[in-house]
């Protein structure tokens, strides 16, 4: 099993940035495909961004290119998936779920196997 654990959500100003991070850990080998998707209230699921666990690879949706950057860490035990979050809208308040599989494809998919439960995203004056 693959364990992730989002943390980093608050309440943010529009026009500004926040680091939200990822904690994988578990079986962190049949991760090899990660990345974040969002919900907010009232809508459904939509994927934000993927990266592979090498880093060798990046995918964005089009509402938040060029605003945001996934990237990795690696330690031998544990892996950490960051999403940079700049020039915040108001439309990018939503609870942010990390996401893994073995790779990448299904994480851009929208059907990866692992998810965390969540961080919140507030983007309000």
């Known amino acids: 099993q693959v364990q992730l654990e989002e943390s980093g959500g608050r309440l943010a100003q529009p026009g500004g940035s926040l680091i939200i991070s990822c904690a994988v850990s578990g079986r962190i080998f049949s991760a090899y495909g990660l990345g974040w998707f969002r919900q907010a209230p009232g809508k459904g699921r939509e994927f934000v961004a993927a990266v592979r666990r090498n880093g060798g690879s990046t995918s964005y949706a089009d509402s938040v290119k060029g605003r945001f950057i996934i990237s990795i860490s690696s330690d031998n035990a544990k892996n950490t998936v960051y999403l940079q979050m700049n020039s915040l809208k108001p439309e990018d308040t939503a609870t942010y779920y990390c996401?893994?599989?073995?790779?990448?494809?299904?994480?851009?998919?929208?059907?990866?196997?692992?998810w965390g439960r969540g961080t919140q995203v507030t983007v309000s004056s």
């Open positions: 996401a893994a599989d073995e790779i990448l494809s299904p994480v851009i998919g929208g059907y990866p196997r692992y």
